[in-house]
């Protein structure tokens, strides 16, 4: 799948950047603007920004934050949060999004992927999946992931991408915050299920885990949290090894 990439992920909830452990007890860990510009001018490829509250208190993502992330990166830039409409997805782009990120909206109401991809085209649209093993399969979760609901995460990959979906963002919530490494069994069988680039996320504790993801998976990208915010690595360091592995990563 080409050249591999390092996306921070920001969190935001209450106006600052959070992180926890499965989806529960965050913590605040920093300035969504100033985070930004670091990541930006460290040598991230792409940055998500996530509103993890939207959906919960049934409001759209804060397009003010939007467009101050984006006057100060200049990186691709995916949002994502309490997006559940066209007119949401529009209002997010012109904010200044490069692309939307759409999680509980798409379970809910499967032809706003058909209909995003219409109208903004594949390009800009990214399924958020985020998937729990229970009973040896991989469960979709909603509504950041407090609700179960009865779809199978490899079956529901396959359909966003025939519903014309352009990349798929793929959370192990078993692994989220623990940094034990990505869920690379997860991962491999959503990668090989799809044609379509897909983001991993979950799990990073250290730059071996994302040598550990691309060489054992075809995944486009590796997303991290944690191991960026709290300084324990950088995303140069994390590059640099990539790279002594034989990792051939994008050039920012």
């Known amino acids: 799948m080409g050249l591999k990439r390092i996306v921070p992920c920001l969190d935001m909830k209450n106006g600052k950047v959070v992180k926890g452990v499965q989806f529960v007890g965050l913590k605040e860990l920093g300035d969504p603007i100033e985070l930004a510009k670091k990541y930006s001018d460290a040598g991230a490829d792409e940055l998500v920004l996530l509103d993890i509250a939207a959906t919960d208190e049934a409001r759209q993502t804060k397009l003010d934050l939007v467009k101050k992330i984006k006057r100060v990166i200049s990186i691709p830039l995916i949002v994502g949060g309490g ?14 999004a490069d692309k939307v990120s759409i999680g509980s909206a798409a379970i ?7 209909d995003a991809v219409a109208k903004f085209g594949s390009a800009k649209l990214a399924i958020a999946i985020d998937a729990k093993k229970t009973d040896q399969i991989w469960s979709v979760m909603a509504q950041g ?14 359909e966003v991408e025939a519903r014309g979906a352009g990349e798929i963002l793929l959370t192990s919530m078993d692994r989220d915050g623990v940094k034990s490494g990505y869920d690379l069994e997860l991962t491999k069988v959503i990668v090989d299920s799809v044609s379509i680039p897909v983001i991993a996320s979950g799990g ?11 060489k054992q998976t075809n995944a486009s990208a590796g997303l991290a949290a944690s191991i960026f915010h709290e300084d324990t690595y950088s995303i140069t360091d994390v590059k640099q090894i990539c790279r002594d592995n034989g990792v051939k ?4």
């Open 249 to 252: 990563m994008r050039e920012t």
């Open 145 to 158: 992931g407090k609700k179960a609901t009865n779809r199978n995460a490899v079956e529901w990959a396959q």
């Open 204 to 214: 990073v504790g250290s730059p071996g885990d994302f040598v550990d993801l691309f």
């Open 108 to 114: 809910n109401q499967p032809d706003l992927i058909n």
């Open 83 to 96: 997006i559940r409409s066209l007119s949401d997805i529009e209002a997010v782009l012109v904010a200044g």
